[in-house]
């Protein structure tokens, strides 16, 4: 066994004001995460305990089996809009009668749980999640369907949200709707396209249309439940294959729906691990609060892999980049980690080779990231840095092995894409309170604008106002700063959420037993051609 040595000073100054500043950004994460537990507030929650209704997360905690986790995914979707943050959605990955499932549920108490354009990238990104890991879908319904004022940004995309559902079912991932209350209008496809349907009594509402616009468009006089009550669904149209008496007895049904699934993993599960040899909360002390300071990102994995044991890959070549071989609670892993932040043309050539390898042997690859990206400058493109570049882009693009990414520090420029961005499939991605990502550092951007708007006024033979431009570098400066955060950045869904790192090891343990749901083959061939 190769136990990697730690060089971590956990008694010095660097560590305690890394810690601090970690801890800082995690006070802030949690007041954000609040809001999304928070739901629509203390009047509608309270309003939807008085009709007797469970919210959204206690409809999962009874569902899933007891002392089992929830892997929430998402929860800051939203963050930044106008919308409330959670976006009206709870979806994650947990355990039924011993099936790991994709579960969704709408949460009523926001707008009647009605989806805006964020609800509606986050159930597509369950969706993706569901199919790719081939995770049965549980579907816990209350929802007042589009939020009417911004139709026009959900209507024509929402679609696809129907589409999934019946493209999981005919790929044999079985997909199961709760409908708690109203499901109408297009809403009424969420039962409509599901295999296995439970209605509560008395409480689900599924039409196409209400009364009001049945009046409207018939003349007829009708009410919700001959319309769309549970009763009569399940006993004259149909749809409802399993009539709940309440709340209680609907998950209790959707538990036995799972457990006659037959639905059975690809992998058997791995014998229990031995924990990492280091402390998972000296996590908290490792990344430097400016990311200008590099960190040996052995220290990370050191604390998140079995038994902190780790043979590096090619460690002398290339050595802005660790790569090397783990095991994450007993699944095999190749991780690539940045070091000193810059990739350069040997470390990009590393990153392929590594990549292929992995591929060979059906090894699950894990990212780390801590780039500013490619280097720049005369000698590296004369060295060919674009073409290395591209041949790790084209590597991880074209790699088939399931892909983890964890954003730990900085993950700028095409660096963020080599490392396996979110453009890049990673199965999942999560991201530090410590990451920063954007096309480039906050300085350097607003630099490159100035410079060129210098440029520009030098061309036209204008002078050029030296007191305008520190003011406008400096709003650029504020404005990359924001975007690149991690809320802001996971509020737009461009990550799976925003973790704690002591929560690391544990996090992607229950990524990697999800994705050992579904077989995968690593690439044998098929890369694009790789420029030498
Ligand atoms: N779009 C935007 N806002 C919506 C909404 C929707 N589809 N559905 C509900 N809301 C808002 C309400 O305006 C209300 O806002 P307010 O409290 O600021 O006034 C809040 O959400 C709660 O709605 P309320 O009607 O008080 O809740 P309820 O639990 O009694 O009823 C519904 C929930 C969903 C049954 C009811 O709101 C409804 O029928 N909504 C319209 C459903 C619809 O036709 N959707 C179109 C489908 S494509």
């Known amino acids: 066994m190769t136990v990697l040595a730690s060089a971590l000073d956990v008694g010095g100054a660097d560590f305690a004001a890394h810690r601090e500043a970690m801890l800082a950004k995690l006070d802030d994460l949690d007041a954000e995460h609040a809001k999304a537990l928070a739901g629509g507030g203390e009047k509608y929650v309270q309003r939807h305990r008085k009709r007797g209704k469970l919210l959204a997360r206690e409809r999962i905690e009874l569902l899933l089996d007891p002392d089992t986790p929830f892997l ?13 943050v959670g976006a009206s959605l709870v979806t994650g990955i947990g355990v039924v009668e011993g099936v790991e499932c994709l579960i969704t549920a709408n949460d009523p108490t926001v707008r009647g749980g009605a989806s805006n354009p964020w609800s509606l990238k986050k159930a597509l990104r369950a969706n ?28 024509i995309p929402g679609g696809a949200i129907f589409r999934d559902i019946t493209r999981l079912s005919a790929a044999g ?70 009539f709940a008496v309440d709340e209680q007895d609907a998950i209790r049904q959707a538990r036995r729906v799972v457990a006659r699934l037959n639905h059975r993993k690809a992998y ?17 002390g490792i990344v430097p609060g400016d990311l200008k300071i590099p960190f040996d990102p052995r220290e990370v994995i050191a604390r998140i892999v079995d038994v902190s044991d780790f043979d590096e890959f090619k460690p002398l070549y290339g050595a802005s980049l660790v790569t090397g071989w783990a095991s994450l609670h007993g699944y095999p892993v190749g991780i690539l980690a940045n070091a000193q932040g810059v990739l350069f043309s040997e470390e990009s050539q590393k990153a392929a080779q590594f990549i292929q390898l992995a ?8 990212f780390l990231h801590n780039t500013t990206g490619y280097m720049v400058g005369k000698e590296y493109e004369q060295g060919g840095i674009i073409k290395h570049g591209a041949m790790m882009i084209n590597a991880v693009s074209n790699s088939r092995v399931p892909h983890l990414s964890v954003l730990m520090g900085a993950s700028y420029g095409a660096g963020h894409y080599g490392m396996c961005g979110r453009a890049y499939d990673p ?61 802001f950045l996971s509020g737009r869904l461009y990550d799976d959420g925003v973790i704690d790192p002591r929560d690391t090891r544990t996090v992607l343990g229950l990524c990697l037993s999800a994705i050992h749901t579904a077989p995968y083959e690593g690439a044998r061939g098929g890369f694009g051609i790789f420029r030498m």
């Open 427 to 487: 199965r999942f991605l999560f991201a530090w309170p410590s990451a920063k990502s954007a096309v480039m550092g906050p300085q350097q951007l607003a630099g490159v604008l100035s410079i060129v708007a210098r440029q520009s006024a030098a061309a036209k033979g204008q002078p050029y106002d030296d007191d305008a431009d520190a003011a406008l570098r400096a709003m650029v400066e504020q404005q990359i700063e924001s975007e690149s955060l991690p809320m």
């Open 173 to 242: 991932i079985p997909t199961i709707a709760v409908v708690f209350g109203n499901s109408t209008a297009g809403g009424a496809y969420v039962p409509g396209m599901s295999d296995h349907v439970i209605m509560v009594k008395e409480r689900a509402k599924v039409f196409l249309g209400g009364p009001p616009l049945v009046k409207m468009a018939t003349g007829e006089e009708s009410d919700d439940e001959s319309l769309g009550g549970a009763e009569m669904h399940a006993r004259t149209s149909g749809l409802a294959d399993h």
């Open 268 to 284: 058997a599960d791995p014998q229990v691990a031995e924990p990492p040899k280091y402390d998972p909360e000296e996590l908290l």
């Open 72 to 84: 929430e995914l998402s929860p800051l979707a939203a963050w930044g809009s106008d919308y409330t």
């Open 359 to 366: 591929n060979q042997r059906d090894i699950p690859l894990l």
């Open 128 to 155: 993706e999640i569901a199919y790719a890991n081939q995770l049965p879908c549980i579907s816990l319904v209350e929802s007042g369907g589009a939020d009417l004022p911004s139709q026009k940004e959900i209507f």
